[in-house]
């Protein structure tokens, strides 16, 4: 933040304290700041906004004291107050292998079908994973379906694996019927950085029992 940018409220600190402050605490601390409040070094300050992510790269972070009713530094500027460096990194979501995009399931008795996707691998937390599947009705396209509530077939919350067996114990597909499939990454803290929210590609796939007439 800019010299001139002063909190709402101030941060008291006394002599030896630790000082917690969460996301939240800031925001509330600097309700109002723009862009055009921080100091960025390196960073493309428009892509940085539209992207909604600190790019990839190292970084420290410093913090430097000053009096809040008259501005003065009351600890020294960089490097004094500044952490060790630190790695940001943007992870890649995961991306389904099977069913692949467009596949016709043949129906089985019970049914089975294996869903597998790669995994996402963070070096500061396991990570879970969320299974959506959507009807996809006609007119409706694959990553609307997925999206859309209404529509939505089956879902597996905080599946701690990259494998799913879709086995007799779920809703029994329907003979005929297009489906989509989503896979979301998160961490137990949802804290993880992970490019499109953590969404996988959308695939769709067909449920094919050649015994039965598609439903009306």
């Known amino acids: 933040?800019?010299?001139?940018?002063?909190?709402?409220?101030?941060?008291?600190?006394?002599?030896?304290?630790?000082?917690?402050?969460?996301?939240?605490?800031?925001?509330?601390?600097?309700?109002?700041?723009?862009?055009?409040?921080?100091?960025?070094?390196?960073?493309?300050?428009?892509?940085?906004?539209?992207?909604?992510?600190i790019p990839d790269g190292v970084y420290k972070l410093c913090v430097q004291a000053f009096d809040n009713e008259y501005v003065k530094p009351l600890s020294g500027s960089s490097p004094t107050g500044c952490s060790n460096k630190m790695f940001i990194t943007t992870l890649e979501p995961p991306t389904i292998l099977s069913p692949i995009q467009d596949a016709e399931i043949e129906y089985s008795?019970?049914?089975?079908?294996?869903?597998?996707?790669?995994?996402?691998?963070?070096?500061?937390?396991?990570?879970?994973?969320?299974?959506?599947?959507?009807?996809?009705?006609?007119?409706?396209?694959?990553?609307?379906?997925?999206?859309?509530?209404?529509?939505?077939?089956?879902?597996?919350?905080?599946?701690?694996?990259?494998?799913?067996?879709?086995?007799?114990?779920?809703?029994?597909?329907i003979s005929g019927k297009n489906y989509a499939l989503q896979i979301t990454a998160h961490s137990p803290e949802n804290n993880a950085n992970i490019r499109n929210d953590g969404k996988s590609n959308v695939v769709s796939f067909r449920y094919k029992n050649p015994n039965k007439i598609m439903p009306p």
Do not use: H
């Not at 509530?149 to 597996?156: P, Q």
């Open 109 to 173: 008795d019970p049914q089975q079908i294996l869903i597998r996707w790669t995994a996402v691998n963070s070096p500061t937390s396991a990570m879970l994973y969320d299974i959506r599947i959507a009807e996809v009705p006609e007119g409706i396209s694959p990553y609307e379906a997925v999206q859309t509530d209404n529509l939505l077939f089956f879902e597996e919350i905080d599946y701690p694996a990259t494998i799913f067996n879709y086995g007799p114990t779920f809703p029994a597909l």
């Open 1 to 53: 933040l800019n010299e001139d940018v002063i909190p709402s409220s101030p941060i008291t600190i006394g002599p030896g304290e630790v000082k917690v402050l969460t996301s939240d605490d800031l925001t509330m601390m600097y309700n109002g700041i723009s862009i055009n409040d921080i100091t960025l070094e390196g960073i493309d300050a428009t892509k940085m906004v539209q992207s909604q992510r």
